[in-house]
Each structure stands twice: as structure tokens, then as C-alpha cells.
């Protein structure tokens, strides 16, 4: 006898139509599972989220038009029963604690298998957690390190996207010129930028505001990420 089981709405949010074919491939042939909608960016999908309805929503992380975090805060408080998984080919520290925070209840790597993927998707859609290896053992660094690593992350949370953007090129050395031309702005931009970053740090030189950086763990050497 065959029992029957209840299929869970998906919807998939991501800006490469590749990794989006990728999962409807994979979904397709688990039974339990049912992709009702494709999203490929995080505008586009607090949009199709508010018609569709979804049991839970796959979303990368970084996305255009509202990244993940800022669309998970804005559906979880319109539709707090549905399931969110946080898909990223990043496994930052920041990035885990902020899609969780915003309401993820499942974090998972984009090499993730069938099984990981129908395992997070399960946990989500019954309001339960599951993290694929990489991100237990983040998570495991981060409660070790306790009150540590929630001060850093207090610290970091007084900074725009933007302002963060620019603290990590000072201190790795570049100039007002120089971050402006990575950035597509004026160095005299840059600059406005930098006057508000140390006044919010509290520091009146780039030296100050590069020993902030280091000291609150805003900056991490890349080796180190």
C-alpha cells in the first residue's frame, strides 16, 4: 500500500538561470518535493512569494534587488510560517549569523547533493534547522568564541553594506582614487565615505580606523576569511 505524503511547495531564488535549472532538475525527481516557482532576484521573489505562497524558499544569499537577508527579514514578516533556505557559494561567518537571524532555518553550500537539499528543505518546511558540514563547523567556531564574535557582529551591524565595502580596500591599502575606481565613484565620494566611517568608529586617521577594523574583526586577512 502506498502512503501518502504531502507534496511541499518550493521556490527558487537565484540570480543564475544556470543554478536555478540546476535544482529544478534535481527537485523534479524527489517525490516529495514540487518547484511552483523560479525567482532571479530578491525583488522578483518577495513579489512571486506574495502571490504563490510557498511552503519554503531556496534563496542565494547574494542576490541583486534585495540580497537574501534583506528579502528574508521582509517575508518572514509577512509570511512567518514559510521555510527559508539559505543556499551561498560563501560560508562567511557574518553572512551564516545574518540569514539566520533574518530567518533562515537552513543554510546550505551550492554543491549541495539531493540529499542535503531534500533533508534542509524537510527541516524548514516542519520549522526545523539544518546546516551542511561546512556551516556546523562555522557555527561551532562562532559559539566558542561566545561573547567575541556577537560584539564583532554589534560593531559590523553600525555599517552600511557600502561602508563595509569600503573599510575592507583601506585596509588592504588602497587609496581614495583607487577604491573609487573599483567602485564606479568619485574619490571625492570615497572620501565623504571615509570621514562618515571614522566618525562612526571614532577615530580621526586612516591608521585609527584600520586598527578598528582589525580590532572589532571587521577586516580579517584574507588568509584568515
Known sequence: ????????????????????????????????????????????????????????????????????????KIIKKEFPQIGIVALSSFDEESLILDMLNAGAKAYLMKNAGKEEITAAVKAAYKDETYYCKDVHIKLANIIARGGTYLEAKRVRDQFKERELEIIQMICEGLSSKQIGQRLGLKPRTIERYRD??????????????????????????????
Open 1 to 72: 500500500m502506498t502512503h501518502p505524503y504531502i507534496r511541499i511547495k518550493v521556490v527558487i531564488a537565484d540570480d543564475h538561470e544556470m543554478v536555478r535549472e540546476g535544482l529544478q532538475l534535481m527537485i523534479s525527481k524527489i517525490d516529495e518535493l514540487e518547484v511552483v516557482g523560479e525567482a532571479m532576484n530578491g525583488e522578483h521573489l518577495i513579489a512571486i512569494t506574495r502571490t504563490l505562497k510557498p511552503d519554503v524558499i531556496i534563496m542565494d544569499v547574494k542576490m541583486p534587488k534585495y540580497n537574501g537577508v534583506e528579502a528574508a
Open 196 to 225: 562618515t566611517i571614522m566618525e562612526k568608529m571614532e577615530v580621526n586617521n586612516a591608521a585609527g580606523l584600520v586598527m578598528y577594523a582589525f580590532k572589532h574583526g571587521i577586516y580579517q586577512t584574507p588568509e584568515n576569511r
